[in-house]
């Protein structure tokens, strides 16, 4: 059974580009939550989704963007790139019903470097 | 708002060594409280959880507390190995129906390594 996966490992960008990270969540699971996790620091939450909607988001700028497909993978775009955008994303994946219990599944992440 | 703070790191202990890694919080209502651990090259798993007031969580020979009243949840293990060399994360999840429910507020890491 595949965990959470997350493509691609690592990139380079510079200012001012757009990207797109994608996530496929472990399988069962329909619920998909972004973190950003800068050196040195705790994860930061970005958004989640359900249902592929947008159901809760974390103190990001609307450069920060999601979408999530019916066969519940999600993608998170980040347009106009900073340089303190820099970081490792992480993509984690529960049950709905799960997230009462707060286990969540996480990827191993996409290392974003910006130039 | 939610934050949890760790304390500051990184801790470095000999093989055999008795464990601490102190957790407090600030949070409306009655939070999930839970510990993530980061291997090397892995990425983050739970450790352990405890939902209410008291609870132990406990898994791998790592214990923590839910203690309300000091608003913490010190990780303790009373044997390190060099296996348990991670980061390690303490993290709260609000209540059904609130603001946070669903999403998890991370510390800032320890960085934990376990010499021979």
């Known amino acids: 059974d595949a965990g959470v996966t997350q493509s691609p490992t690592h990139l380079i960008k510079t200012r001012g580009q757009q990207v797109t990270l994608r996530c496929s969540p472990k399988?069962?699971?329909?619920?998909v939550s972004w973190y950003q996790q800068a050196l040195g620091q705790g994860p930061q939450f970005i958004f989640q989704y359900y249902e592929e909607e947008e159901r809760q988001r974390g103190n990001f700028p609307d450069r920060f963007s999601g979408h999530q497909y019916p066969n519940y993978s999600s993608e998170l775009n980040v347009n106009a790139l900073l340089l303190g955008d820099s970081a490792l994303y992480l993509c984690?994946?529960?049950?709905?019903?799960?997230?009462?219990?707060?286990?969540?599944?996480f990827g191993e992440g996409s290392r974003l470097t910006v130039l | 708002g939610n934050s949890v703070t760790q304390m500051e790191g990184p801790v470095t202990l000999s093989e055999e060594a008795f464990l601490t890694i102190n957790c407090t919080y600030t949070?409306?209502?009655?939070?999930?409280l839970f510990w993530y651990v980061q291997y090397p090259g892995e990425g983050l798993q739970l450790l352990l959880k405890?939902?209410?007031?008291?609870d132990k969580g406990s898994n791998k020979g790592f214990e923590a507390t839910y203690r309300k009243e000091t608003t913490s949840f010190h990780l303790e293990k009373g044997s390190v190995q060099v296996s348990d060399s991670a980061v390690y994360f303490c993290a709260l999840s609000g209540v059904a129906g609130g603001t946070s429910y669903g999403k998890l507020t991370f510390g800032q890491g320890t960085i934990l390594t376990v010499h021979p």
């Open positions: 399988s069962g699971h329909d619920t």
């Open positions: 405890a939902t209410k007031a008291d």
């Open positions: 984690a994946s529960s049950p709905e019903q799960g997230l009462n219990t707060g286990e969540l599944f």
């Open positions: 949070a409306t209502g009655y939070p999930s």
